[in-house]
């Protein structure tokens, strides 16, 4: 499922924004940021503009100054969707599919346990969302974010086998509301695996990585997102360190 709101305000791409740098990783260039000595990753996988987009890159270097070491691979070897003069949607997902992401992604995976990494979190957006449910369900991951998913199934959600947070918007044609109750009404059907739903209300598809930076209230909800995502892997992280993640018990010796 693709449409408009995939598109909607698309981002400027700066290939030098951000704190981080660009380095070959599992075969991908990837931006990277965060102390290399820290033992928990971080995956962020994108929506169609990619690993150039400032919002997305500033919330790398945000997870990344909560102690994670954080990876942006590019999956669209350097060719994003273009909104004004670049091929139609359909036709550009035709040569970025969301299979193909997630075959590219077990390297990079591989790549980041080759640095000493011991657990990794994994938040997909939009298109992104995809590629993070299918390593779920196969635990290359130790924990997930999904936010306002494109392409997720009901399906998809009952063979996810780590925690899992999904955060939807509450105007969103591509998952809305009540297909968000349908996935958290999936998971708590599931035993073992702990989860979190929110749907934020008055934003769109899209809204925590393509808001407008002058927009006070958008800035409001984008960064409420990026606090719940954050809390998410810190919880899962710490889980993990006491060597409880994917069991029920773990989350009462998770941060609160």
Request: with cysteine.
């Given at each position: 499922m693709?449409?408009p709101?995939c598109?909607?305000n698309?981002?400027?791409?700066?290939p030098?924004?951000?704190a981080?740098?660009?380095e070959?990783l599992g075969?991908?260039?990837?931006?990277?940021t965060?102390?290399?000595?820290?033992?928990?990753a971080?995956?962020?996988i994108?929506?169609?503009?990619?690993?150039?987009?400032p919002n997305?890159?500033k919330?790398?270097?945000?997870?990344?100054a909560?102690?994670?070491?954080?990876?942006v691979?590019?999956?669209?070897?350097?060719d994003?969707?273009v909104?004004?003069g670049?091929?139609p949607?359909?036709e550009?997902?035709k040569?970025?599919?969301?299979?193909k992401g997630?075959?590219?992604?077990?390297?990079?995976?591989?790549?980041?346990?080759?640095?000493?990494?011991?657990?990794?979190?994994?938040?997909?957006?939009c298109?992104?969302?995809?590629v993070?449910?299918?390593?779920?369900?196969?635990?290359?991951?130790?924990?997930?974010?999904?936010?306002?998913?494109?392409?997720?199934?009901?399906?998809?959600i009952?063979?996810?086998e780590?925690?899992?947070s999904?955060?939807?918007?509450?105007i969103?044609?591509l998952?809305?509301?009540?297909l968000?109750?349908?996935?958290?009404?999936a998971?708590?059907?599931k035993?073992?695996?702990?989860?979190?739903?929110?749907i934020?209300?008055?934003v769109?598809?899209g809204?925590?990585?393509?808001?407008?930076?002058?927009d006070?209230?958008?800035v409001k909800?984008?960064?409420?997102?990026?606090h719940?995502l954050?809390e998410?892997?810190?919880?899962c992280?710490q889980?993990?360190?006491?060597?409880?993640?994917?069991?029920?018990?773990?989350?009462?010796?998770?941060?609160?």
């Amino acid at each position: 499922m693709s449409g408009p709101q995939c598109c909607a305000n698309p981002p400027t791409l700066n290939p030098n924004s951000g704190a981080g740098h660009v380095e070959k990783l599992g075969g991908l260039n990837a931006y990277v940021t965060g102390s290399p000595d820290s033992k928990l990753a971080v995956l962020l996988i994108s929506d169609v503009y990619g690993y150039e987009a400032p919002n997305l890159r500033k919330l790398a270097d945000k997870v990344a100054a909560a102690g994670f070491y954080v990876a942006v691979p590019d999956f669209f070897h350097g060719d994003p969707y273009v909104a004004d003069g670049g091929k139609p949607l359909q036709e550009w997902i035709k040569d970025h599919g969301v299979d193909k992401g997630f075959e590219e992604a077990k390297p990079v995976i591989q790549a980041l346990k080759s640095k000493g990494i011991t657990a990794i979190g994994a938040a997909g957006f939009c298109w992104g969302a995809k590629v993070v449910v299918q390593l779920a369900k196969r635990e290359f991951i130790q924990a997930a974010v999904l936010l306002h998913p494109s392409f997720v199934t009901v399906d998809d959600i009952k063979g996810v086998e780590v925690p899992l947070s999904i955060l939807g918007a509450e105007i969103d044609r591509l998952s809305p509301p009540a297909l968000v109750k349908e996935f958290e009404e999936a998971l708590n059907a599931k035993s073992g695996v702990d989860s979190f739903v929110k749907i934020f209300p008055k934003v769109a598809h899209g809204w925590t990585v393509r808001y407008n930076v002058e927009d006070e209230t958008a800035v409001k909800a984008a960064e409420e997102a990026h606090h719940n995502l954050l809390e998410w892997f810190a919880k899962c992280g710490q889980a993990f360190a006491e060597g409880c993640l994917l069991h029920s018990s773990y989350a009462a010796a998770a941060v609160s």
